[in-house]
């Protein structure tokens, strides 16, 4: 199978304005940032978060027609599907993202700082073509793997946008990797 593709050289990331929801939601979730960060980079979080995390972020995008996600009152979230490497079976795997103008998305295989590439990396590496589903719709995707000034380029604006994945990198000894994942046009 054909690995990932790389985005070319000089990619500029330009992210989208998030839609503000207004109101008392929008002020809350500003106001706990802080916390969740704190929650987020905490030991016990990292132990237990994997395990429960995921399942229930699968299960509410399920029943709510892929428009909802825990993580997206504090930034936004997607649930990608990727292909089992081993498998060959659909993986689904919630993610923080980081949507950029033109339809893309960044995302960063932390793994909640822990040792190991998470499964989805891998999955993607094998077979790039994946889908996400975000807010409520689903788009096909290719998953590009960055390298570089354009995987630094990304890295600066996802700390910029939660900084929390550069407090994981003081918990591993391995480089995240970061993957761009464009909207596939034309046939399926």
Known sequence: ????????????????????S????????????????????????SLVAPKIVPPLDRFLNRV??????????????????????KSGEPRRSPLACLP?????????GSNFGKER???WSGNLIKTPR????????????????LAGTDR??????LTRHWPVYEDYTGSSDREFRVFR???RTGTP
């Open 1 to 20: 199978m054909a690995g990932p593709t790389r985005a070319g050289a000089g990619h500029e990331v330009a992210m989208v304005q998030q839609p503000s």
């Open 22 to 45: 207004g109101g008392v939601m929008r002020r809350v979730s500003v106001a706990l940032r802080p916390f969740f960060r704190r929650l987020a980079t905490s030991r016990g979080f």
């Open 64 to 85: 709510s027609g892929g428009r909802l996600l825990l993580g997206d009152q504090m930034i936004p979230h997607l649930l990608l599907t990727t292909t089992g490497s």
């Open 100 to 108: 950029e103008e033109g339809g893309a998305f960044l995302v960063v």
């Open 117 to 119: 590439h998470p499964a």
């Open 130 to 145: 994946a889908t996400v589903t975000f807010r409520g719709r689903v788009i096909p995707v290719t998953g590009h793997l």
């Open 152 to 157: 630094e380029r990304a890295w600066e604006a």
């Open 181 to 183: 994942l464009s909207p």
